[in-house]
């Protein structure tokens, strides 16, 4: 039996009660940034000289590729937070799947693995959506949603080695509030990087969304720089990897005493 | 049901001729500092109802942890079903059922859900595992509830739901921690009727308990832990006979007169207890010790002939009562 697949499958049957409000904000979500921002606000930036600025291209096209970096991160974020520390503490449930033949590999994997299931169905329909607000300028871009799938197991990995050293939920709000909100603000999604004051820019290099969002964005927009791409995908791997290895450490400790 | 295994090759116990299913010796858990099981030896025979008896903190769920091959041992020599845990974890776990103490259902699934994927963590096929949920309902008496979520589930419906998930995979061994802490009597009585039912099966169980009426119910042989160690061990009539009498005669005297009776008990009985609200007599004939107390002129407020138990085997060997 392959690794992890039992554990991917309780994920599944748990989905299956769930999916309805699940599928509907996978497609809300981006028609409303894309609408609010991406047109109402685009609209201003491109009569005010913006589209130079950003290489010629109207602002819902740049926009769109960060905001689906950045849907890849908060989706990884909350699916690795809450539910990974819930069954540990609350209702114990990685203790009842280790009572039989899985192991702390399995339950690594496997919930790995739900991770990219979510992944590819969110950001692909960010993808679906973001082509019908004419924000797709490439074939490339079918190229971002793996691109996005990784950003997001690039924050999955290291933040379910957080989770796993858990009591309670109170520092999530710390890591959502200090961590992911202003990530989301500030790695290029919503204007270039050389807008940051210079000594935060360093910063910005050093996280995961920067790069996700801007190889998805050369992706999108069919101008891709080799040299950086690859740059961007080590950046990303080595983030997922070193997650993994942190979240095995994690939970072995945690869960086989 | 489907019959366990262990019920088709069950054979009676013989020592020399059966290989223990549980043996282990010199069996040590330590937490840092803390030891938690301090060299213990037992063994448990195929188609036996084994009990670890003792206070909370005794060290008996550290054992079932191990013995369940969730939690490595820091010393000694442990092997379940002939397999060392160490090396063998997932193919032994694959013939055990475990009842752990906290129930860990999952609260997102029905409750045939919760048995649906339970099995498929054993490699049932989606039917087999289907097939089986529906039989272990009927045998928990929970059929009705099979399509409810598992939340509204009163505590000894939930407690029974986790046993028939640890029967999922029709184990060998069944491991129950605690089986019946906070369940109202009645719950505890349906309990310990479907657990007799596995016995008279052939299920060979292992349980921790602090109720010594458990402990008498259900177990063939138990060891009696305290700190961390194994301080008696035989079947339940056995210790009573070793470190009891047949019946025990509770004497409760008015405030304040219990603790003038100053040797005035000496003699009465094979041994007497001193507790703070009662004196117990230990005794073959508790009617006749009782007799021979109002003989020497005493009037205890009330008087309770009993037979022994083995809270009265704790209170021997600890000094101490058993539930606090």
């Known amino acids: 039996m392959a690794v992890g697949v039992r554990v991917l499958e309780h994920n599944a049957m748990v989905y299956r009660r769930t999916w309805h409000g699940s599928v509907l904000s996978s497609l809300l979500s981006p028609i409303l940034f894309l609408a609010a ?114 950003t997001g197991v690039a924050f999955a990995a290291p933040i379910m080695a957080f989770s796993a050293t858990q009591k309670r939920d109170s520092n999530f709000n710390v890591l959502f509030r200090f961590g992911i909100t202003p990530l989301f603000l500030l790695s290029g999604t919503f204007f270039p990087l050389d807008r940051l004051p210079a000594a935060i820019q360093p910063v910005a290099y050093l996280t995961p969304l920067y790069h ?37 450490v994690a939970l072995r400790r945690r869960l086989v005493v | 049901m489907a019959v366990p295994h262990a019920a088709r090759d069950a054979v009676p116990f013989e020592a020399d001729r059966v290989p223990p299913l549980i043996e282990a010796r010199g069996l040590v858990k330590r937490f840092g500092t803390f030891t938690a099981v301090d060299s213990v030896d037992f063994e448990v025979a195929p188609g036996e109802a084994f009990g670890f008896l003792g206070p909370n903190g005794a060290g008996k769920t550290s ?80 059929s009705e509830r ?46 310990w009727d479907r657990l007799y039912r596995l016995k008279q099966r052939g299920v060979t169980l292992v349980l921790t308990t602090h109720y010594m009426d458990e402990a008498e119910q259900l177990c063939d042989r138990l060891v009696v832990m305290d700190k961390a160690k194994i301080v008696a061990a035989g079947s339940p009539r056995e210790l009573i006979e070793r470190y009891s009498s047949r019946e025990v005669a509770e004497l409760r005297f008015a ?5 003038s009776l100053d040797g005035q008990l000496d003699g009465l009985a094979d041994r007497v207890e001193w507790l703070p609200d009662r004196v117990l007599l230990y005794a073959d004939d508790g009617e006749a010790a009782a007799t021979a107390v109002h003989a020497r002129g005493l009037r205890p407020e009330s008087v309770l002939v009993r037979r022994s138990s083995l809270e009265d085997v704790f209170l021997r060997l600890t000094g101490r009562s058993l539930v606090d």
């Not at chain 1, 961007?232 to 070193?242: D, K, S």
């Not at chain 2, 405030?255 to 603790?259: I, R």
């Open chain 1, 37 to 150: 921002m991406g047109i109402g606000l685009g609209g201003y930036v491109n009569r005010n000289g913006g589209a130079g600025a950003l290489g010629g291209v109207p602002y819902i096209a740049f926009l769109a590729p960060g905001l689906l970096a950045a849907q890849a991160m908060q989706t990884a974020a909350f699916d690795t937070t809450y539910p990974i520390m819930g069954r540990i503490v609350w209702d114990k449930l990685y203790d009842a799947m280790l009572a039989t033949p899985l192991t702390v590999r399995d339950l690594l994997v496997g919930e790995l693995e739900w991770v990219v299931t979510r992944l590819t169905l969110v950001c692909g329909a960010f993808l679906v959506v973001m082509a019908a607000f004419g924000a797709v300028r490439s074939p490339l871009a079918i190229l971002a949603l793996p691109v996005a799938v990784l």
């Open chain 1, 212 to 248: 996700g969002v801007a190889l998805a964005r050369e992706l999108t927009l069919g101008s891709v720089d080799p040299a950086a791409a690859v740059a961007h995908v080590v950046v990303l791997l080595a983030f997922a990897a070193g997650g993994i290895a942190l979240a095995g």
């Open chain 2, 63 to 142: 054992t079932m942890r191990m013995i369940g091959c969730v939690s490595p041992l820091t010393d000694g020599y442990l092997r379940v079903l002939g397999l060392d845990p160490s090396t063998d974890g997932p193919r032994i776990r694959a013939r055990l059922g475990v009842v752990p103490q906290a129930d860990s259902l999952d609260m997102e699934l029905t409750v045939r859900e919760n048995l649906q994927i339970y099995g498929r963590y054993f490699d049932l096929s989606r039917r087999e595992a289907l097939r089986r949920a529906g039989e272990l309902l009927e045998f928990v008496q929970l």
């Open chain 2, 146 to 191: 099979a399509n409810d979520e598992v939340e509204p589930l009163s505590g000894g419906m939930k407690r029974r739901l986790v046993i028939a998930r640890a029967l999922i995979n029709e184990p060998d061994l069944l491991l129950l921690d605690e089986p019946t802490t906070g369940l109202d009597p009645q719950a505890r009585h349906l309990l």
């Open chain 2, 255 to 259: 405030p304040g007169v219990q603790a």
